[in-house]
């Protein structure tokens, strides 16, 4: 069966917002990122079954509230149209450390808005797809009342009522949407886009559909939504959305090497690491190791410490197998061990039993171990036999060893 799990991540301005993460039940085919409509939330029944029905189609899902909306912490007055699109590359940044960065991008109504905008910052995206989405985003400022307008002009805000409920919008949000230009990031989109909506959108007019089109560059497509309405409120309307999008999306993230991001953990005895850098980070990591996958980073100055870097990772390696390999020995031999902990530091030493072709002491690798064990009935000779047990680890031995290790290209 698919699972889900529920998590969360830290949005631009520093507030915590939560998300919801779905995968298959078999092999990753793509990940999406969707983003919901104003004011809702990813719950909302549109987001959830065009997740659900992309999750059976093999992709991987991930939905959030936005800032101050659902479960996610912050204040919705603080927000403007810039920081939604700030929230989707944090969402993205996130999936990127955990089932693969996102590949296809999902807006509905100004979250299709949303989604056009930041594609330009999530360079792995390939295809981007919105539903009854504005080709203006000043378009959500007409959904405020002039009554509402007149005393955001006056005070600064004004409590607006928006899909039944109130929401405080403040000028400095009527000033972003206002300024945002999607034709420019449509001009520049290096994605193929599909563009899906009502002819009967009440909120939203079809006519928004024609100017996306026509500012987008190929390959576009466009899909009407017939006799569906804004919310895509009838189940059928959502499940056929979806199922398009499944199907369109394939073609283009088929170009994408689908190892890299298949959910299926890897045999034992190998591990993936494959670049995940943007930007100016030219040296961040994604490892896998069977179903774990994490970061790994050059520390600040040289990368942007996104994650442990290389020899972090050895000692990591060294020190976890230290201690489950004293944990393993102590209880088959019934010592009263109640806890270990490695401390472990790498440096590099002259060697004076060393020596190079110049007659120079050489340079040679160092890893300091200290291993602390807590147990107030273990004995002078328990101790010593987990002193004696620590050096014969695998991953001990196996830096010590005979190690070869074989290159190869792929």
Known sequence: MASHERCEFTSALGDTLACRLDRPDGPVIGVALFAHC????????????????????????????????????????????????????????????????????????????????????????????????????????????????????????????????????????????????????????????????????????????????????????????????????????????????????????????????????????????????TGDNHFAQRVVAGNHTFAADEPPGVGDDTGPNPYDLLLAALGSCTSMTLRMYADRKGMPLEHVAVHLRHDRIHADDCLDERGNPCRVDRITRVISVEGDQLTEDDRASLLRIADRCPVHRTLEGDLRIVTELD
Request: charge should be negative; proline fraction near 4%.
């Open 38 to 277: 104003f004011t809702c939330g990813k719950d909302i029944a549109a987001a959830s079954r065009i997740g659900s029905r992309l999750v059976q189609a093999g992709y991987a899902v991930l939905r959030f509230d936005f800032t101050g909306l659902g479960s996610s912490d912050g204040d919705f007055a603080n927000t403007n149209f810039s920081s939604n699109v700030d929230d989707l590359v944090a969402a993205a940044d996130h999936l990127r450390t955990t089932v693969g960065a996102p590949q296809l991008l999902v807006g509905h109504s100004l979250g299709g808005a949303a989604v056009l905008a930041a594609a330009a910052h999530i360079p792995e995206v390939r295809a981007v797809a919105t539903i009854g989405a504005p080709s203006d985003v000043g378009h959500v400022a007409g959904l405020i009342g002039p009554t509402e307008r007149d005393l955001i002009d006056q005070t600064g805000e004004a409590e607006v009522r928006l899909a039944g409920r109130s929401f405080t919008i403040r000028r400095q949000f009527i000033d972003d949407v206002c300024a945002q230009s999607l034709a420019d990031a449509l001009a520049n989109l290096d994605a193929a886009v599909l563009i899906m909506h009502s002819p009967t959108d009440d909120i939203v007019d079809v006519d928004h559909a024609r100017r996306i089109y026509q500012a987008a560059r190929h390959p576009k497509s466009f899909v009407s939504l017939d006799g569906a309405d804004h919310l895509l409120s009838k189940r059928n309307d959502s499940r056929y959305v979806a199922d398009l999008l499944a199907a369109w999306a394939s073609r283009y993230l088929d170009e994408v090497d689908a190892a890299p991001h298949d959910d299926e953990p890897l045999p034992d005895g190998y591990v993936l690491v494959e670049e995940t850098h």
